[in-house]
């Protein structure tokens, strides 16, 4: 065997000839294995993603003089005027309504966000695909991070309801348990979301398919509106809305509850399913993300 045919077989990952078998091959890697060293990657890399998501946001709010504060400061707006206009229109006493609902609004507003922006992820980084060698999934750690810098930023709206409305909010030691609830939506918002990302990348109609069904889960999701106002026979169909789930896991420590049961074994169960769908879709197309773009 010719040396040419050597370097040849040795660049192609192919296993040594009968001619040569004292000779060493190193054997091709895996489509698995190239999927754990993107993802592990990834979060290793938390320095750039964080220095992009930061550098997102000022970027968004260059030269004004609040900066990033103007997404807290219109958040306020919106959740204040509707827990007003909405408290009296469903007869709600404010002391239960106003807590619920502004804990609802910020966490839908992380949810929302992120589901909308993960699907685009692919689609709006493609210049930098195509030009520098990163993780895949780098640019959806910069989307989630982005959105969670956001998110405390607007947790100080709920300042004011701790203090006036403490009959339905209470910062109290449930409070901390924000911190795995979050952890758990930055886990589930990155599993689903490089799901969403690989096929809006793909098929350029789902962007717009995603930003429709999420105006619709917006208004079936108690969010503005508590499920006790529904009859017992509809709550189960409230109950198995998994984006519920995800709110009631923020929203309870928020308000100074702790979660129920059923919201941690749904949105555990829920974990478990993102982790094999993202698994079954990420590894085997994988390389073929960036000729999608």
């Given at each position: 065997m010719?040396?040419?045919?050597?370097?040849?077989?040795q660049?192609a990952?192919?296993?040594?000839s009968?001619?040569n078998?004292?000779?060493?091959?190193?054997?091709?890697?895996s489509q698995?294995?190239?999927?754990?060293q993107?993802i592990s990657?990834?979060?290793?890399?938390w320095?750039?993603?964080?220095?992009?998501?930061?550098?997102?946001?000022?970027?968004?709010?260059?030269?004004?003089?609040?900066?990033?504060?103007?997404?807290?400061?219109?958040?306020?707006?919106?959740?204040?005027?509707m827990?007003?206009?909405y408290?009296h229109?469903?007869?709600m006493?404010?002391q239960?309504?106003?807590?619920?609902l502004?804990?609802?609004?910020?966490t839908w507003?992380l949810?929302?966000?992120?589901?909308t922006?993960?699907?685009?992820t692919?689609?709006?980084?493609?210049?930098?695909?195509k030009?520098?060698k990163?993780p895949?999934?780098l640019?959806?750690?910069?989307?989630?991070?982005?959105?969670?810098?956001?998110?405390f930023?607007n947790?100080?709206?709920?300042?004011?309801?701790?203090?006036?409305?403490?009959?339905g909010?209470?910062?109290?030691?449930?409070?901390?348990?924000i911190l795995?609830?979050?952890?758990?939506l930055?886990?589930?918002?990155?599993i689903?979301?490089?799901?969403l990302?690989?096929?809006?990348?793909r098929?350029?109609?789902?962007?717009?398919?995603?930003?429709?069904?999420v105006q619709?889960?917006?208004?079936?999701?108690?969010?503005?509106?508590?499920?006790?106002?529904?009859?017992?026979?509809y709550?189960?169909?409230v109950m198995?809305?998994?984006?519920?789930?995800?709110?009631?896991?923020?929203r309870?420590?928020l308000t100074?509850?702790?979660?129920?049961?059923f919201t941690?074994?749904?949105?555990g169960?829920l974990?478990?399913?993102g982790?094999?769908?993202?698994?079954?879709?990420?590894?085997?197309?994988?390389s073929?993300?960036?000729?999608?773009l």
């Open positions: 010719s040396v040419n045919e050597n370097i040849i077989q660049s990952g192919l296993s040594a009968k001619d078998p004292d000779n060493i091959i190193f054997p091709p890697v698995r294995q190239l999927a754990l993107d990657k990834g979060f290793l890399s320095h750039i993603w964080l220095m992009l998501a930061w550098q997102d946001i000022k970027l968004r709010y260059r030269r004004s003089i609040l900066g990033p504060f103007w997404i807290t400061i219109s958040m306020a707006v919106t959740v204040y005027t827990g007003f206009l408290g229109l469903f007869h006493d404010l239960q309504y106003y807590p619920y502004v804990s609802g609004m910020l507003a949810i929302s966000s992120a589901i922006e993960l699907t685009d692919f689609i709006t980084s493609d210049g930098l695909l030009q520098i990163l895949y999934s640019y959806l750690h910069r989307v989630i991070a982005r959105n969670m810098i956001i998110f930023h947790l100080l709206v709920m300042l004011p309801i701790y203090f006036i409305f403490h009959e909010a209470k910062f109290n030691f449930n409070t901390l348990l795995p609830g979050l952890a758990i930055y886990l589930n918002a990155f689903y979301g490089l799901v990302a690989m096929i809006g990348a098929f350029r109609d789902i962007s717009q398919i995603i930003k429709s069904l619709i889960i917006f208004f079936v999701t108690p969010i503005m509106w508590n499920p006790s106002i529904l009859p017992e026979k709550k189960l169909f198995l809305n998994p984006v519920y789930s995800y709110i009631e896991l923020v309870a420590p100074g509850k702790l979660p129920a049961a941690l074994g749904m949105t169960l974990t478990i399913i982790i094999m769908i993202c698994a079954r879709l990420f590894v085997p197309y994988r073929r993300i960036i000729y999608w």
